[in-house]
């Protein structure tokens, strides 16, 4: 398995592409309305690196759901491991792996929970479907069969009118949104001969000014 790069039609990028403010974000979206535009699978997927108490890191993939100046963030159980690492550990690397465009982009800071309207805001435009698997799953806590998880969610459907009902699916209090508030933003454009190209940001933490350095590859 041995692939080149630098075919893909990106190219071109420097520390002087990146611009607006904050420096990460115009580029960020515009990467990632490409992705959306050439059809990749799940443009908005990133994997998010969180550390257990012991400082032990666990990556999964979740959805990115909005994007402005403030950070990007996703939605999940509070109970979750990524739940729980966040709550000891506040703090988060995120990757969206955009192989398919020969990039990638890096995001690392520290995490907030977003505001609850926010989160019940998001919540409500979830398919109803999507709302009752949140409430019929202890994310990341063992069961010993998927009939049992089955089981849970026919319990959970029953008590909110059903799976087709109109009886609305409230808000768990242990599901929300996080926000990862960048300091270090890293993009990435594969070059030939792994000549890569690398831009990473690092906002000064007194001044809140970004500054875009080239990283060799
Ligand atoms: C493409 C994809 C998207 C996913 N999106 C989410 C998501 O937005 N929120 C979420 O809680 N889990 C999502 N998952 C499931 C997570 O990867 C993970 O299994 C789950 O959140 C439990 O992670 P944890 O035990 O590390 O907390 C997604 C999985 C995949 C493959
Ligand atoms: C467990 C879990 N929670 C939340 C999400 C986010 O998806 P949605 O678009 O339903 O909010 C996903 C997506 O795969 C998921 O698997």
Redesign the pocket.
């Known amino acids: 398995m041995r692939v080149g790069y630098g075919s893909a039609g990106g190219g071109g990028l420097g520390p002087e592409s990146l611009t607006g403010e904050p420096v990460w974000l115009d580029l960020f979206e515009r990467w990632l309305a490409e992705g959306v535009a050439r059809a990749i699978p799940e443009p908005n997927a990133m994997v998010v690196a969180t550390v257990d108490a012991a400082g032990v890191p666990a990556t999964r993939t979740v959805?990115c759901?909005a994007v402005d100046d403030r950070g990007i963030v996703f939605?999940?159980n509070h109970d979750s491991d990524k739940g729980r690492h966040l709550a000891t550990q506040p703090v988060a690397s995120a990757t969206f792996p955009w192989i398919a465009m020969e990039r990638q982009v890096h995001f690392r800071g520290p995490v907030v929970q977003i505001e609850r309207a926010e989160t019940q805001a998001y919540w409500a435009s979830?398919p109803r479907g999507?709302q009752l698997g949140?409430l019929a799953s202890t994310?990341s806590h063992p069961i010993a069969s998927r009939a049992d998880l089955e089981a849970q969610a026919r319990a959970v459907a029953d008590r909110f009118g059903g799976v087709d009902g109109d009886e609305p699916v409230p808000l768990p209090d242990n599901w929300g949104g996080y926000r990862i508030q960048p300091t270090t933003v890293e993009f990435w454009q594969g070059g030939a001969d792994r000549l890569h190209d690398r831009v990473r940001v690092v906002r000064d933490p007194d001044t809140g000014v970004w500054d875009a350095r080239r990283l060799q590859p």
């Open positions: 959805l759901k939605y999940t979830r999507s949140a994310q």
